[in-house]
């Protein structure tokens, strides 16, 4: 019943797009820090 209702709904497709992004936007989030720290590491370690 509630992967209907939030498959099937307007305000469950809604939640299912913000779950989606939230996910997204914390992925690219942490491969940016990551990045920034082997940045940061290269730096330091010359």
Same mark, same amino acid.
């Given at each position: 019943?509630?992967?209907? +209702?939030?498959l099937t709904s307007d305000i469950g497709l809604m939640s299912l797009v913000v779950i989606v992004g939230? +996910?997204?936007?914390?992925?690219?989030m942490g491969k940016m820090y990551?990045?920034?720290?082997?940045?940061?590491?290269?730096?330091l370690g010359k």
């Open positions: 019943m509630a992967w209907n +209702l939030l939230v +996910l997204v936007i914390g992925a690219v990551s990045n920034k720290i082997d940045e940061e590491t290269r730096k």
